[in-house]
DNA sequence: CTGTTAGCGCCTTCAG
DNA sequence: CTGAAGGCGCTAACAG
């Protein structure tokens, strides 16, 4: 493999110079800059990056943790994410904690280690003490003091989604979702249930409970029996929609018909089609602008805004 | 940030010592081990990730390319083997390379580079001329001699899929699927079409065109205006076959009884579930284990295997 | 404008 | 069993 010296010496220059044309830096006159050029297109020559990382104290990388990839919501991001992250010049180092928490903790030995620059944080967990020094954003979830929080304005998406629900003519409306294991903005949308319920005399009927990724069928039947009495539900989650939508058909109930379902995330469009969710939409594209974007400032020491909120989209679709 | 030769002042040992003790190499004595082991957990010392690259040339990182990870099947399969990976000590680099040829090409810079010890390969696009000193591994494709290519045992499975369609008394199968942009173990499906219906006097009714992702539904559309006759169709990939059964029931087609579907992959089943397919599902288990093995072997230096061939299972389900 | 030099943090002989 | 020394490939500061 051709090295920096191997360039230098063909082309008869000292190894300063390469330097200088390889990184654009300096000044290095029109001539040798062609020459270097193209001894380094001859020999193939391409910088080892372990060596520019230990120079320079930067790798380029970013970790991305979610709980698992093989999820909608999170193979969609990701995918916006890594995008926005190429156009930046950003590498994506993938980790699936699956809920681990020892998987979890492993980031902060990955910067400590200087493997990667920053990190982004998709968990269910808790995290405690996470030095503000390291670049790390987090989606919905506040990890602590300097440690940026993306969200969607989860409450006042969930406040449109139920007046839509309450317009329709529903009297009585439902709430499921998962519970969170940490404190976290989706428990803004149940936030914004209670509130507007509230005042309405209609009762709460609240599914919210820790939800494995696999098991929400089970938690889909279990709102139906416990609240089958309902003609609208606000569902957190794609998937849990689906599960939800299922097992009311199966029960005999007409969508929308008996039963009025709102998702949020809005995600499933592109992998399926029966039926169209009325869904609150995340703003995929501008949630990850706004996690690179303030993830980068933080690596590169610009000033970082500490919170930031991206409006949702509401998607009239075919279950309302 | 504390470095090797802080944990050794500390310790009052060589720097050397300090690195045996760190990598477990060499010989120590107990007592200076846990010397060294109390100072490296006092100063929170961990390794430099990128000076043991540059020393040793080994970054234990392995990247992924996909066309996009926003997509069951590579979603499901990049879980997988994140988690092979992981257990092995090794870290996935993920990219997505959304079918741009200039992005794919990077991937041998990147190993050229020394930013990961290998990669895996899922991609439509052609690649000539990758040499083969380096560690890659394909999914279904041939790139090339020394390139192992892991990939399910296609012309059986549909073979299988095709006689149950068959023995369900079918008597007007069809084939739809996407046309990869390359040579590909993918074609095999086609091909067992072929065979299968040749000497059957069905005659084909054959869909086989580039399908990107997201433009499924047109052609699910299509196949059933060019083939109205169909009562059974085998639809290669889980995608087109949600949008064939959507877009089959549109048009007043009842399924199973109009129409039989047995689609290949089977890697919905966690995120839908209306209706559960009859599916040729691809063992991702088993793939992605023997990517990853196939992958280390050779970048360890060890024998590897050029062609891998997995059983899929195949599963009976409601369309048929 | 260009060559030389001194490390970045670690691993690995090589003497002791 | 342990310390010292050289160098992995590159960048950046410093003389020319």
Redesign the interface.
Same mark, same amino acid.
């Given at each position: 493999?051709a090295g920096m010296k191997d360039v230098a010496r063909f082309a008869n220059v000292g190894i300063g110079t390469v330097s200088r044309v390889v990184n654009g830096s300096g000044y290095v006159s029109d001539e040798v800059r062609d020459r270097v050029n193209k001894v380094i297109a001859s020999l &193939?020559y391409?910088?080892?990056?372990?060596?520019q990382?230990?120079k320079t104290q930067k790798?380029k990388?970013v970790g991305?943790f979610v709980p698992?990839? &093989?999820?909608?919501f999170?193979?969609?991001i990701?995918?916006q994410i890594?995008?926005m992250l190429?156009k930046n010049g950003y590498?994506?180092?993938?980790?699936?904690s699956?809920d681990k928490v020892e998987?979890e903790n492993g980031i902060i030995?990955l910067v400590?280690? &200087?493997?990667m620059d920053g990190a982004i944080f998709f968990t269910h967990q808790e995290h405690k003490d996470i030095s503000p020094k390291y670049s790390i954003v987090a989606l919905d979830r506040h990890l602590g003091e300097n440690i940026p929080c993306i969200a969607s304005d989860n409450y006042e998406s969930t406040q449109k989604a139920l007046d839509y629900l309450l317009s329709r003519g529903c009297k009585k409306i439902g709430y499921i979702g998962g519970k969170p294991g940490v404190e976290s903005e989706v428990s803004e949308r149940l936030r914004a249930y209670r509130d507007t319920v509230a005042g309405l005399g209609m009762g709460e009927r609240i599914i919210y409970e820790p939800i494995a990724?696999?098991t929400e069928?089970v938690y889909a039947e279990k709102f139906l029996k416990l609240y089958g009495e309902c003609d609208g539900v606000f569902v957190s989650g794609d998937?849990l929609a689906?599960?939800l939508?299922?097992a009311a058909?199966r029960s005999g109930r007409r969508v929308p018909e008996d039963l009025k379902i709102i998702s949020f995330d809005g995600v499933?469009g592109?992998?399926?089609?029966?039926p169209v969710f009325t869904t609150v939409r995340q703003n995929l594209c501008k949630l990850s602008e706004a996690i690179v974007e303030q993830l980068i400032n933080k690596i590169e020491k610009r000033d970082y805004l500490q919170r930031v909120i991206v409006p949702c989209d509401f998607i009239i679709g075919e279950t309302t």
């Open positions: 493999m &193939n391409t910088p080892n990056h372990s060596a990382s230990l790798t990388m991305l698992t990839i &093989n999820h909608p999170f193979a969609a990701a995918q890594e995008s190429d590498k994506l180092m993938l980790i699936c699956q998987k030995k400590a280690q &200087n493997r990724h696999g069928a998937v689906i599960k939508y299922s058909i499933m592109n992998w399926m089609d029966t």
